[in-house]
């Protein structure tokens, strides 16, 4: 955890204790809403199975109103590297908290990640960029229904 002259703190939040479902109700909100644009891939059914699974990883950070940020993440084995995957942010006053991407550079680190990768709308290129993200792809989809 970093502390930062507004006292946001990240907590990462293990499935099987007693605040995972405290935090979890706080965060269900933010994370459906970024599941929205996930274009059918995921529901909140399904992220919450993944988490209890140890698949995926959960995220919150609070400040003095109450849960400002929630993140979802996972780290993918590739056969060539290991890559850790921002897979839903959502939160309020982005300002306040967006610095907290930094902690999870160091888990990515910790765990052996070669980098960080996420999706998201047109509208995070620009919060990500000062963060040391580049776009490196665009998607093309072709829907077979």
């Known amino acids: 955890m970093e502390d930062h002259p507004n006292n946001i703190r990240l ?3 293990i499935a099987d ?8 109700d706080l965060a269900k909100p933010y994370i459906e809403k970024a599941i929205f644009y996930s ?9 919450l199975s993944s988490l209890l699974a140890r698949d995926m990883q959960l995220w919150g950070a ?11 993440t996972s780290i993918v084995k590739f056969p060539l590297k290991r890559v850790f995957f921002l ?4 939160g309020r006053d982005s300002v306040n908290w967006l ?16 980098h960080m990768e996420g999706y998201g709308r047109p509208g995070w290129e620009k919060l990500s960029k000062p963060l040391g ?3 490196v792809h665009t998607i093309f989809k072709f829907n077979l229904n």
């Open 17 to 24: 204790t007693p605040e995972f479902n405290q935090i979890w």
């Open 39 to 47: 274009d059918g891939k995921y529901s909140i059914d399904s992220v």
């Open 62 to 72: 609070f400040d003095d109103k109450g849960l400002c940020v929630a993140c979802v």
């Open 99 to 114: 610095h907290l991407i930094e902690r999870l550079k160091c888990f990515a680190k910790e765990h052996q990640c070669d």
């Open 133 to 135: 993200f580049k776009k």
């Open 11 to 13: 907590y990462g939040v």
């Open 87 to 90: 897979l839903f942010i959502g």
